[in-house]
């Protein structure tokens, strides 16, 4: 079963307002999140590295002021696009790191995504 | 040129037939990843191998860390097999364990 969520799973919203996604780990913690971002028929591009109690880290020509990133908790992180524009329409996806814990065995479980479209 | 090459890029087959999707990168990793995206956009992770062969039902994982090379074979393939495979790599020395992503296969199954 998924144990990563995201919330939600699909939002409108208007240029200029800003819009925050979820991303939960279900049955483990996860001290690294990453975010990722997806065009139509592209493949993934990292957005940021997400840790848990730190600063997020950013790729190069990511901008951080723009894709707020918060992980307060070892189940949650949270990215919040803020004063969107529609080019910032997009497919977002989280991933969380496990370390293998209990029955999870060690990789990088995927969030289910959320598609944002700006108007 | 990419570090981290899939091919085919596309490809299509008859419901039943054997599915092989090639997945070749120029740096020295840690750990391979394949993945499966289904056309509502979720993400699922099929396998992470760092030697060897892997095999879960239908689908088997290859890798061969010598020449850089991974497989995903499909066997007895199905139209519900149909959706993107991606190799992701984690690379050696790489800071925060990201991944780094092929292009990705998009294979249609046709019953």
């Known amino acids: 079963g998924a144990v990563v969520s995201q919330h939600p799973s699909r939002v409108i919203c208007k240029s200029g307002t800003s819009v925050k996604i979820e991303c939960r780990s279900l049955?483990?913690?996860?001290?690294?999140m990453f975010w990722y971002r997806q065009f139509p028929k592209q493949s993934l591009m990292l957005m940021a590295t997400s840790n848990e109690g730190s600063k997020a880290t950013y790729e190069q020509g990511v901008e951080k002021d723009k894709f707020l990133i918060n992980h307060a908790s070892l189940t949650l992180s949270t990215l919040t696009v803020t004063s969107a524009h529609p080019e910032d329409s997009s497919f977002y996806i989280c991933?969380?790191?496990?370390?293998?814990?209990?029955?999870?065995?060690?990789?990088?479980?995927f969030g289910p995504g959320t598609r944002l479209l700006v108007l | 040129k990419n570090e981290v090459e899939q091919s085919p890029q596309n490809l299509t087959a008859q419901e039943g037939e054997f599915i092989t999707i090639n997945c070749s990168y120029s740096?020295?990793?840690?750990?391979l990843h394949w993945l499966q995206q289904h056309p509502g956009g979720g993400i699922v992770s099929l396998f992470m191998l760092s030697s060897g062969k892997k095999k879960h039902g239908r689908l088997i994982a290859t890798i061969n860390i010598q020449e850089k090379h991974s497989s995903l074979h499909i066997t007895a393939s199905h139209p519900r097999d149909s959706a993107v495979y991606i190799c992701a790599v984690r690379i050696i020395k790489t800071a925060g364990n990201k991944l780094t992503f092929g292009g990705g296969t998009r294979v249609l199954v046709k019953p």
């Open positions: 991933s969380a790191r496990s370390l293998g814990q209990g029955a999870l065995r060690e990789t990088q479980y």
């Open positions: 740096v020295g990793i840690s750990a």
């Open positions: 049955d483990f913690q996860a001290t690294t």
